[in-house]
């Protein structure tokens, strides 16, 4: 059973936003990415707590944020992310990025104009063309895919996630990882997501990757399917000083694969 909780709400222009902190010291930022949530960072936030004030939220739209009708693209994430910085009163945090979370830090990064004092992106989203065969296919037949029957629907679910890693995934994860999209809003929620996923919202920000002065490590699951590593490559070469390490063994949910590899070098990083 997934205990995953996140204690605190906070209202984006009326939405609600659940977040929490763990731990006492300089602050940490981290954003997942899709389809993931909170959840799925658990295992970075347990051990970057020992020496940081970890700050962890659910995207709107995802997790145990509001997944009701509304926008839940990348264009409104980062106003999200920005509102929430302040909210707590961060100026210049670490912030780590996960897939989308990845555009999501890029972006509020330079169109929001926010200060990091070092950026770890993780198998980001931030190089067109992105999204999958399966993305292109639910954004041109999302209202008959939010039809199926749920249990049609769990098993789209589990076999799409599973993809992202390279070894199958244990109930508990999977389970953590299905649950928020499951039942009729979950289902809805699930499939408005990759309906709204635009690589327009990459295209707006790629052109400024060179203007990028702070810090940056770029983390890279080798066996990632969902997004080659050859991007990475090519990410590292368009930020100024950035670092690119691959990390052996793991897909794109190499958060969940490594999280022992991906906090040694995230530690190496941040001093």
């Known amino acids: 059973m997934n205990h995953w909780q996140l204690p605190h709400r906070y209202d984006f222009d009326g939405r609600c936003v659940r977040y929490g902190k763990l731990g006492d010291g300089p602050p940490l930022v981290v954003v997942h990415g899709t389809p993931w949530s909170s ?80 950026m770890i992106l993780i198998d980001p989203v931030a190089l067109s063309p992105w999204g999958s065969a399966f993305f292109r296919h639910v954004h041109q037949y999302q209202e008959a895919f939010a039809g199926l029957p749920d249990y049609i629907h769990q098993a789209v679910v589990q076999a799409y996630v599973q993809t992202a890693a390279v070894e199958p995934l244990d109930d508990e994860t999977l389970q953590g990882i299905i649950a928020p999209w499951s039942g009729e809003q979950g289902k809805i929620a699930f499939y408005r997501q990759m309906s709204q996923a635009d690589s327009n919202y990459t295209d707006e920000v790629e052109p400024n990757y060179s203007t990028i002065t702070v810090p940056t490590l770029i983390l890279w699951g080798r066996e990632d399917s969902w997004i080659p590593v050859e991007r990475g490559e090519t990410l590292q070469a368009m930020i100024p000083g950035s670092k690119l390490k691959i990390i052996d063994g793991a897909g794109h949910l190499v958060i969940e694969e490594r999280p022992e590899q991906l906090c040694q070098a995230i530690m190496e990083f941040v001093g």
Do not use: M
Not at 59 to 83: E, H, I, R
């Open 39 to 118: 959840f799925n960072l658990r295992h970075l936030i347990h051990r970057l707590a020992n020496h940081y004030s970890v700050y962890f939220y659910d995207l709107l739209g995802y997790g145990q944020s509001c997944t009701t009708t509304g926008d839940v693209s990348l264009g409104v994430q980062n106003q999200v992310l920005d509102s929430l910085l302040s909210h707590w009163g961060l100026e210049n945090p670490i912030i780590l990025g996960h897939d989308f979370g990845g555009a999501t830090v890029l972006r509020t990064h330079l169109l929001n104009q926010r200060a990091f004092s070092k």
